[in-house]
Structure formats: C-alpha cells, structure tokens
C-alpha cells in the first residue's frame, strides 16, 4: 500500500511570511495527525483529526497555526505569520482509527516523510 | 499531563553487542507504547510496540519489555549491527490517541 504523502518536502521563508503545507494520508485511514519536530527533539502534536473532525489542537498556537480536512482526507496546515521558532520538520501521520477512551485496541500510526522548514 | 522521559541520549555501543534503551511515562493510563526509529533525515518508523495487557514482546533481535506498576518501558537489541544505527524514540499513548516522545537516544552501532 502507498504510504503517507506530504509536499513539499523542504520550504524556507522569511519571518512574517506565510507557509501550507499539505498531506494525503493512507487509502482508508480515518485518522491523521500533525507533528512538529524540531532538531534535536522528539515530535510533538499540534492536531488530530478524526475523519474530518477535530479531536485534539490542544497544543496548536491558535493565533498562528491552522489546519483542515474538509472532506476527510488530505489536510493542510498553515502558519501565519512564521515565526524563527517554527523552524521544524512537520510531519503527518495517519492510522485506520484511533481507540479513543475503551474503544478497542490502539492502532499504529504512519508517517510522512515530512516537510522540512526553515524561517529566517 | 503525560510526560515520557528517555534515557540514554546518547549510546555507542560495538558491533554484535546488546544495546538498552530506558523510558518512564508519568500518566498510568497509557496503555500503548510504541518505539521508532527514525534514521537521519528520514521518517519515524515503527520497528515494535507493546501494549499494556503484555509484559514483555520479541521480534528477532529488538524485544521491549513493560513494567506498568513502575511505568517504564525498555527498548533492547540484541546482536547490534552496523544498520541499527539512527534515533530511537519510545511513545507512549491512551488507547493509540495522540503520542507523546520521548526526547530520542542516537544509537551508534561500530563496526
């Protein structure tokens, strides 16, 4: 099966600048997750969908980050306006579903290759 | 909220030895820990995971073993080669929502 695909693969931009990246999860996956990752770290999420549903954006900068998934399947992210501190790989996940609180077993998680971003 | 702590950082380790990778998570409601390896400039991808009705899973050479009343988790390869070398990273999960990492180990396997 084809795996998670995400473009571009590398962006840089000036601060203040705006920048989308996109996804295409896995044929057949409900759920599909954004990370960041700055060097060094571990990734970190910024959403989760649920089909085109928004489970968790607990962690997303609001008043600068945005994303979609209107019809359920791809999804864009958005930063505006970029920050040096967005400086990142973003990458996006995707698994059939999710178990949610006792709803069955948890299932496993693919990644993009991720988009690599650079702010100066 | 949850938190996963990992350690080492760094491990360098010589060919065909063992390697241990050690993490703790702090929400005892996790119940799925998975563990990627991410090689440089490449995707996470899941080499094993665990869920929380087990102690312990093996896969030829990496097995991760699972102690819930002390919440860690380890990571252990066996007969380290040259192309185990990367980042590992242990996760842990409620019910496969949203992961939370650990900071990574860069493991470096000499020939």
């Known amino acids: 099966e084809a795996g998670v695909a995400q473009s571009p693969r590398y962006k840089i931009i000036e601060k203040r600048q705006s920048v989308a990246f996109w996804c295409n999860p896995i044929s057949g996956h409900a759920t599909l997750y954004w990370y960041q990752q700055i060097l060094g770290q571990g990734p970190k999420l910024l959403i989760q969908f649920q089909n085109n549903g928004v489970v968790d954006d607990s962690q997303l900068p609001k008043d600068r980050f945005s994303a979609e998934r209107l019809k359920g399947v791809d999804s864009t992210l958005k930063i505006q306006p970029a920050k040096l501190e967005d400086s990142a790989v973003y990458l996006c996940a995707s698994s059939r579903t999710y178990g949610g609180l006792g709803q069955g077993a948890p299932d496993t998680q693919y990644f993009g290759p991720g988009t690599r971003l650079t702010v100066l | 909220g949850e938190n996963v702590e990992q350690h080492p950082s760094t491990l360098s380790v010589q060919e065909g030895d063992s390697a241990v990778i050690k993490c703790t998570y702090s929400?005892?409601?996790?119940?799925?820990f998975p563990w990627y390896k991410q090689e440089l400039g490449k995707r996470p991808q899941l080499i094993i995971d665990i869920r929380s009705n087990v102690g312990e899973k093996k896969d030829q050479r990496i097995a991760v073993t699972l102690n819930k009343t002390a919440k860690h988790f380890s990571l252990h390869i066996t007969e380290t080669q040259p192309e185990d070398s990367a980042v590992y990273f242990c996760a842990a999960s409620i019910w496969g929502g949203k992961l939370i990492f650990g900071q990574g180990t860069e493991l470096s396997v000499k020939p």
């Open positions: 929400d005892s409601a996790s119940n799925y």
